[in-house]
Antibody
Framework: EVQLVESGGGLVQPGGSLRLSCKAS????????MSWVRQAPGKGLDWVSL???????YHADSVKGRFTISRDASRNTVYLQMHSLRPDDTAIYYC????????????WGQGTTVTVSS | SYVLTQPPSVSVAPGKTATITCGGDDIRTKIVQWYQQKPGQAPVRVIYYDNARPSGIPERFSGSNSGSTAILTISRVEAGDEADYYC???????????FGGGTQLTVL
């Protein structure tokens, strides 16, 4: 069964750091492109970061320079390293697998919650 | 950056047809996806490549894309269709995914 399980969320103070993990099963994270998408409380979906199968990475302007997406093929896991966290980074963070080309995301995890507050 | 505009809410009676729009500059040149999200759950893709349905998605869900508007149509609406719906496109100029603001579908 194809599945994604996120972990690593929690409460962090403004300016702090956190690393989210997304463990995949049923497929190899290095063979597909993977994204992180977040959703602030009561708000819509907000794309955060993307890593292509070839390794190229892209980030939304709102997180560029603060967040980094990466993967470990041996652990079949994708990561989101977050630095200089701000209160407006508070959200549920979803990991999602990309379908062929621009066909969007066909598999989503259940999400992990990040709260940035003092 | 590319912007997608959706109505905040749409209401429909059971058994009727719901239409949710997604506006964007010349969106017909882009490939549109639609996601359904129920409270407390992760999003689920219901339409990809403008009008293709993933396996397991009822035929009642369909999509179209022309001009500056993409449309998600849900026929014979059921109570279980009540959810938030988001459109999405790939912005090839920035290599970013773009989501619309979402539409809350209420079944009366």
């Amino acid at each position: 069964e194809v599945q994604l399980v996120e972990s690593g969320g929690g409460l962090v103070q403004p300016g702090g750091s956190l690393r989210l993990s997304c463990k995949a099963s049923g497929f190899a994270v290095s063979s597909d492109y993977m994204s992180w998408v977040r959703q602030a409380p009561g708000k819509g979906l907000d794309w955060v970061s993307l890593i292509f199968s070839g390794g190229a990475t892209y980030h939304a302007d709102s997180v560029k320079g603060r967040f980094t997406i990466s993967r470990d093929a041996s652990r079949n896991t994708v990561y989101l390293q977050m630095h200089s966290l701000r209160p407006d980074d508070t959200a549920i963070y979803y990991c999602a697998r990309g379908d062929y080309g621009p066909y969007g995301m066909d598999v989503w995890g259940q999400g992990t919650t990040v709260t940035v507050s003092s | 950056s590319y912007v997608l505009t959706q109505p905040p809410s749409v209401s429909v009676a059971p058994g009727k047809t719901a239409t949710i729009t997604c506006g964007g500059d010349d969106i017909r040149t882009k490939i549109v996806q639609w996601y359904q999200q129920k409270p407390g759950q992760a999003p689920v893709r219901v339409i990809y490549y403008d009008n293709a349905r993933p396996s397991g998605i009822p035929e009642r869900f369909s999509g179209s894309n022309s001009g500056s508007t993409a449309i998600l149509t849900i026929s014979r609406v059921e109570a279980g269709d009540e959810a938030d719906y988001y459109c999405q496109v790939w912005d090839s100029s920035t290599y970013h995914w773009v989501f619309g603001g979402g539409t809350q579908l209420t079944v009366l």
